[in-house]
């Protein structure tokens, strides 16, 4: 078969152009009720600069027989799921992470209550959801959406202040989760 800039060129614009990395929407839900307190607000979620669509692995199980390693497929695992937010001037969206961080895992200080860090709590600080999903030039949403359950943050990045840049201040946040679907 010949190739052409021209056949490739219809293919591409006839399956609306391909998929733009900067075409995407988040969601981030603190629990399984809608409108929590901790979750990420519609406007929040306008926020999130860069996210990824999830990774997924399945570790090599090695087996020796007759003195060599044989590979089989293992168990499957999860990478932790990244986005970088951008900070607005009340720091909305990062005193809710912090807030949720100390729901699992006590204090700033490291003092434990009844409603920081107390693993008592029926697990329900374990219970975040999220979605990405991509969407099309013409504002539709394309191909699967991606879930992750059992969601919870790792991590809460760093803010950098400093005189000689103006950019709007950025940071990211980790999560860890069971797992992903997608649909």
């Given at each position: 078969?010949?190739?052409?800039?021209?056949?490739f060129?219809?293919?591409?614009?006839?399956?609306g152009?391909?998929?733009?990395?900067?075409?995407?929407?988040?969601?981030?839900?603190?629990?399984?009720?809608?409108?929590?307190?901790?979750?990420?607000?519609?406007?929040?979620?306008l926020?999130?600069?860069?996210?990824?669509?999830?990774?997924?692995?399945?570790?090599?199980?090695?087996?020796?027989?007759?003195?060599?390693?044989?590979?089989?497929?293992?168990?499957?695992?999860?990478?932790?799921?990244?986005?970088?937010?951008?900070?607005?001037?009340?720091?909305?969206?990062?005193?809710?992470?912090?807030?949720?961080?100390?729901?699992?895992?006590?204090?700033?200080?490291?003092?434990?209550?009844?409603?920081?860090?107390?693993?008592?709590n029926?697990?329900?600080?374990?219970?975040?959801?999220?979605?990405?999903?991509?969407?099309?030039?013409?504002?539709?949403?394309?191909?699967?959406?991606?879930?992750?359950?059992?969601?919870?943050?790792?991590?809460?990045?760093?803010?950098?202040?400093?005189?000689?840049?103006?950019?709007?201040?950025?940071?990211?946040?980790?999560?860890?989760?069971?797992?992903?679907?997608?649909?």
């Amino acid at each position: 078969m010949a190739f052409t800039p021209s056949t490739f060129k219809s293919n591409i614009s006839t399956n609306g152009g391909g998929a733009r990395p900067s075409l995407y929407a988040v969601t981030i839900q603190y629990g399984t009720a809608t409108g929590n307190s901790l979750s990420f607000t519609s406007n929040e979620s306008l926020l999130v600069k860069a996210a990824n669509l999830p990774a997924s692995n399945i570790a090599p199980l090695a087996v020796n027989y007759a003195g060599r390693a044989y590979k089989w497929g293992g168990f499957r695992t999860y990478d932790n799921w990244t986005v970088t937010v951008m900070n607005d001037e009340d720091f909305g969206a990062r005193n809710r992470m912090m807030t949720w961080m100390r729901y699992l895992g006590g204090k700033l200080d490291g003092s434990r209550t009844s409603t920081y860090g107390d693993p008592s709590n029926n697990g329900t600080w374990f219970d975040g959801t999220a979605t990405v999903q991509q969407v099309s030039t013409g504002g539709s949403v394309v191909g699967p959406k991606y879930s992750f359950s059992n969601l919870w943050p790792t991590e809460l990045g760093e803010i950098a202040v400093d005189w000689s840049s103006d950019a709007i201040e950025e940071y990211t946040i980790g999560f860890a989760y069971d797992h992903w679907t997608s649909s």
